[in-house]
């Protein structure tokens, strides 16, 4: 089947903005979520976003969601080192297990 | 805040060996599930579980393994007997009746099949 698409690495310096992109696959997913993995964790639900909107802002994260071309972002605004992780966009299949990506591993350097 | 919980954080075994990996989910959620990430890759999915029945799978979930609720809290994968491919992290995730509901990840449990 198909996956879900997104870049492996992103380095941003610390207090600029990150922003993760994702592809995914099924234009009728309710919901599309986003993860972190700190190393050696388990996986923390950032934020999601419901299909039926095109933003969605949570202190410093925005999520966008441009479902013409099933193209979701993260935006991560005054990035800090303790974000350095790695990010998975995931979204429901047919039923309700999540398809993830590979995962955007952001390093933040000072 | 409630929160997933995985016993052990790490497991290892011989290969052939039986493992079963215990969790317990958070307690007003209604659906399970276990994920795997070997080493390097993507987080995939590998079954679901609701009203006490197996409700989705994937190719990866075959004969070798299995799902069982034998209590109110606990929720455990067993893997009858390993091969060195199955080591990886295994997660586990519950999430509550909502269609679409959000999972929440336990920490994972290291397996080694050795």
């Known amino acids: 089947g198909e996956d879900v698409e997104q870049s492996l690495f992103l380095s941003v310096r610390e207090g600029d903005s990150s922003v993760i992109n994702c592809t995914y696959t099924d234009s009728s997913s309710t919901y599309l979520y986003w993860y972190k993995q700190e190393p050696g964790a388990g996986l923390q639900l950032l934020t999601y976003?419901?299909?039926?909107?095109d933003m969605k802002q949570d202190q410093r994260l925005t999520v966008l969601l441009n479902k013409k071309d099933k193209h979701l972002s993260l935006r991560i605004a005054d990035t800090q080192t303790g974000d350095s992780a790695i990010y998975f966009c995931a979204e429901p299949n047919s039923g309700y297990a999540l398809n993830f990506g590979k995962g955007t591993s952001l390093l933040v350097t000072p | 805040e409630p929160e997933v919980t995985q016993t052990p954080s790490h497991q290892v075994t011989q290969m052939g060996q039986e493992v079963i990996l215990r969790c317990v989910p958070i307690?007003?959620?209604?659906?399970f599930y276990w994920y795997r990430q070997i080493l390097g890759q993507k987080v995939e999915f590998l079954v679901s579980f609701y009203n006490n029945e197996i409700s989705e799978k994937s190719e990866i979930f075959d004969d070798q393994f299995s799902v069982e609720r034998p209590d109110g809290s606990n929720f455990t994968l067993k893997i009858r007997s390993t091969k060195l491919e199955d080591s990886a992290m295994y997660f586990c995730a519950s999430s509550d009746n909502r269609a679409g509901g959000e999972q929440y990840f336990g920490p994972g449990t290291r397996l080694t099949v050795t």
């Open positions: 307690s007003n959620h209604l659906y």
């Open positions: 976003i419901f299909s039926n909107m």
